[in-house]
């Protein structure tokens, strides 16, 4: 490969497994507003997509600079996945009873993303991470106690934690 050529990485299938499972938290989103249509649920739905699509890019990012070419790597994208996964499933009722446990994985899938981004090979990246480390916690403990709270106080730390 000659200097002036651009090297572009494959996305494994690992990667695309993850991308269905973000589709299905969008369509968890989208059931939301068919389910119950009204401006209320409209502003639920931005809340949380707008916390979901920031580790959403987390991964996205993640993918490109740490590899998942080990075994522990890829149990922990797996385990990442996971995450996203009972995210999704808590997102009819996260404004009505499960926000709980919605922020709870949303917790988890942070952890994860910092666990594996540790993995660096680049301090650089390394060091970026840390940087945003402490914003992405302060997110996810914003949504795990206003799912645990619930009602106006939820609104108000989900909001907040969007514009963390």
Same mark, same amino acid.
């Given at each position: 490969?000659d200097?002036?050529?651009l090297?572009?990485d494959?996305?494994? !299938?690992?990667? &695309?497994?993850f991308?269905l499972?973000f =589709?299905?938290?969008?369509?968890?989103?989208t059931?939301?507003?068919?389910?119950? !249509?009204s401006?209320?649920?409209?502003?639920?739905? #931005?809340?949380? &997509? $707008?916390?979901i699509?920031?580790?959403?890019?987390g991964y996205?990012w993640l993918?490109? %600079?740490?590899?998942?070419?080990?075994p522990?790597?890829r149990?922990?994208?797996?385990?990442?996945?996971?995450?996203?996964?009972?995210l999704? *499933?808590?997102?009819?009722g %996260?404004f009505?009873g499960?926000?709980l446990?919605?922020?709870?994985?949303y917790?988890?899938?942070?952890?994860?993303? *910092?666990?594996?981004?540790?993995?660096a090979?680049?301090?650089?990246?390394?060091?970026?991470?840390?940087?945003l480390? !402490?914003f992405?916690?302060?997110? #996810?403990? &914003?949504?795990?106690?206003?799912?645990?709270a619930g009602?106006?106080?939820?609104w =108000?730390?989900?909001a907040?934690? $969007? &514009?963390v």
């Amino acid at each position: 490969m000659d200097e002036g050529t651009l090297q572009i990485d494959e996305v494994t !299938p690992l990667e &695309l497994f993850f991308d269905l499972v973000f =589709v299905f938290t969008i369509t968890q989103l989208t059931a939301v507003l068919y389910h119950r !249509p009204s401006w209320r649920s409209l502003g639920e739905v #931005a809340i949380m &997509l $707008c916390v979901i699509w920031w580790m959403y890019g987390g991964y996205a990012w993640l993918t490109n %600079a740490v590899p998942s070419h080990t075994p522990s790597r890829r149990f922990l994208l797996l385990a990442g996945m996971g995450g996203f996964f009972v995210l999704a *499933l808590a997102v009819p009722g %996260a404004f009505h009873g499960s926000g709980l446990a919605f922020g709870l994985a949303y917790l988890f899938v942070v952890t994860v993303h *910092l666990v594996l981004f540790m993995q660096a090979a680049s301090a650089g990246v390394v060091r970026a991470i840390l940087q945003l480390a !402490p914003f992405n916690v302060l997110c #996810a403990l &914003l949504v795990v106690i206003g799912g645990a709270a619930g009602g106006s106080v939820q609104w =108000v730390l989900w909001a907040s934690a $969007c &514009l963390v």
